[in-house]
């Protein structure tokens, strides 16, 4: 049998930087999102393990969060043989959307179906975060608080329907660069997590959006200056500009459909990756 499930992107509406710890890792404020754009990854058991995927910038050996998560699942749970893992990406890679974790995830649900282990969500979500630090919300999904190093999860209640232009430049971001360039202690604009989680209560839409932000976008910036120019070409649409986690992928959100068809039709075209997708 074959078992298929969706492997929806995230975004942050609001990502923040509170302290770094003494092994390197930032502490996090996080609003964690997901949105309707998905991968679809399928799992069949094989004599062998292997992965299979449509686009050839993601890696189909060790390296692939599907088999490290495959590996976990069959070590914990003693599974026989392999799996055939096909992997059909629509999520831009390298590009702040957490398109491998949510792969990770997806993986675990399906061999969790497949193999009728049974596994409640709290406990593949404690396997998923051995596999990294957005994998439980992957699992999870939804809209939720994350803090700690990104690994506490709190589930907040659902976001009101926000549109959400997601532009990619066609070029990897690399999380720990974006991270390794950050001055964490010279930010001096944070986003308000308190007033976006008060917004997100009340349902209401435009509260969330005034509250939008992302401390990691001017160290991105530094580093990719065209990332700078989209935002400012989704800014001049209307929409609410916003870089999705480390980059590149750059939003622009807004609660009115028209207005994101009308930015879209602006920027069609002018980048590998351009689309409108909504909170879900
Ligand atoms: P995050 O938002 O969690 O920082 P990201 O969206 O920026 O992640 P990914 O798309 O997860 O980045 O890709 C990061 C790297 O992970 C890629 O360069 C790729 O080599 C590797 N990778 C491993 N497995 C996968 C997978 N299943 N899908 C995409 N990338 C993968």
Same mark, same amino acid.
Request: charged residues 20%.
């Given at each position: ?9 995230? &975004?942050?509406? %609001?990502?923040? @930087? ?48 599907? &088999? ?114 950050? %001055?964490?202690?010279? &930010? ?6 308190? %007033? ?18 992302? @401390? ?46 009308? %930015? ?17």
């Amino acid at each position: 049998m074959t078992t298929t499930l969706t492997a929806p992107a995230k &975004i942050n509406l %609001a990502l923040d @930087v509170v302290g770094k710890k003494d092994n390197g890792y930032h502490l996090v404020e996080m609003i964690m999102q997901t949105i309707s754009l998905h991968d679809e990854v399928s799992v069949a058991p094989d004599r062998q393990t292997s992965v299979v995927c449509n686009r050839q910038d993601v890696p189909t050996d060790e390296t692939n969060i599907c &088999i490290k998560a495959w590996k976990l699942m069959q070590e914990t749970y003693s599974l026989p043989d392999g799996i055939k893992i096909t992997i059909k990406k629509n999520i831009p890679v390298a590009a702040g959307m957490a398109g491998g974790s949510t792969n990770g995830a997806a993986v675990i649900a399906a061999v969790n179906r497949e193999f009728g282990l049974n596994l409640a969500l709290p406990e593949m979500k404690s396997l998923g975060g051995r596999l990294g630090a957005d994998v439980p919300f992957c699992l999870q999904k939804g809209t939720a608080l994350a803090t700690g190093i990104g690994d506490v999860l709190q589930e907040l209640s659902p976001c009101p329907k926000i549109y959400v232009l997601a532009v990619n430049p066609g070029f990897a971001v690399s999380t720990v660069q974006v991270y390794k360039n950050l %001055a964490w202690h010279k &930010i001096t604009e944070h986003p308000d997590t308190a %007033a976006m989680i008060k917004a997100i209560k009340k349902q209401d839409a435009n509260g969330v959006l005034r509250q939008t932000g992302n @401390v990691l976008e001017n160290s991105a910036f530094q580093l990719f200056p065209q990332l700078a120019a989209i935002k400012s070409q989704i800014g001049e649409t209307g929409l609410t500009p916003l870089m999705s986690g480390s980059g590149g992928t750059m939003l622009g959100l807004t609660e009115d459909r028209e207005k994101a068809a009308y %930015a879209l039709n602006k920027l069609q075209g002018l980048y590998p990756f351009a689309g409108i997708f909504e909170t879900i």
